[in-house]
């Protein structure tokens, strides 16, 4: 059994920052990529932020130069570092671990955390 749980999500001011972590447990034995998505109300989850095994990251482009993904790998836990927020920032934010076993890949699933920016 896998938990992937988010945290770090709130209300936050225009401007301001805020950190979500998402810390994966149990039995996960290779994670291949961690990444962050969000969905917005009335909009399709978009990719955010995703950071690959070997420390490759990439952005979606509403977000790069404000935010930076990280990873422990010694916790299974990643991190998304969110500055200069802005009100189109709203979202539910998931945390995606993707990992294999073997020949087999495994996609795990958050349950979400909520940003909410203020203008």
């Known amino acids: 059994q896998v938990q992937v749980v988010e945290s770090g999500g709130g209300l936050v001011q225009a401007g301001g920052s805020l950190r979500l972590s998402c810390a994966a447990s149990g039995s996960i034995f290779s994670i291949v990529a961690m990444k962050w998505y969000r969905q917005a109300p009335g909009k399709q989850r978009e990719l955010v932020a995703a950071?690959?095994?070997?420390?490759?990251?990439n952005y979606g482009d509403s977000v790069k130069g404000r935010f930076t993904i990280s990873r422990d790998n010694a916790k299974n836990t990643v991190y998304l570092q969110m500055n200069s927020l802005k009100p189109e920032d709203t979202a539910v934010y998931y945390c995606?671990?993707?990992?294999?076993?073997?020949?087999?890949?495994?996609?795990?699933w958050g349950q979400g955390t909520r940003v909410t920016v203020s203008s």
């Open positions: 950071i690959m095994s070997g420390g490759s990251t």
């Open positions: 995606n671990i993707g990992a294999t076993r073997g020949l087999m890949a495994y996609d795990y």
